[in-house]
């Protein structure tokens, strides 16, 4: 039981499957899959207690962290265009492709600066009204 004692978060890696979603926690034998990612996230904090069971924890979704490379957000959301996404954020187009076709690997600061960018978009979006 110890060896959760203190545990910050469990580590899940997503990838798009031709039914909707997988998920598997490289560090502990817990896997999972989902129509879509609301869906995961449900199944995977019911599987990570289901595993956590036998040693007499329970976690909460806070405790959960998901990952999805570049290459497949960008394959799967083929509508944000990595062009003008690496013009919104100031970054070098080829570095971004880069980072998307899975040449390079960004670091922490460059994910944070992407992301930032791809939430602030999402704020936009939220905020629009068709008509």
């Known amino acids: 039981m110890g060896k959760f004692r203190g545990m910050k978060s469990i580590k899940f890696i997503i990838e798009k499957t031709k039914t ?8 502990k ?19 990570t207690n289901l595993y956590l069971e036998e040693f007499g924890k329970k976690v909460s979704m806070d405790k959960i962290g998901f ?22 954020i100031n970054m070098n187009e080829t570095l971004l492709s880069q980072y998307v076709n899975g040449k390079k690997k960004p ?7 992407i992301l930032e960018g791809l ?13």
């Open 67 to 88: 990952e999805l490379d570049f290459q497949q957000f960008f394959e799967y959301h083929k509508v944000i265009n990595a062009k003008h996404l690496a013009k919104r």
């Open 119 to 131: 939430h602030e978009m999402g704020r936009e979006l939220m905020e629009l009204s068709l008509v």
């Open 20 to 27: 909707g979603y997988s998920a598997y926690c490289a560090e």
């Open 107 to 113: 670091s922490k600061k460059q994910v944070d600066r």
């Open 29 to 47: 034998p817990i896997f999972t899959t989902g129509l879509n990612i609301y869906k995961l996230q449900t199944n995977a904090l019911q599987a």
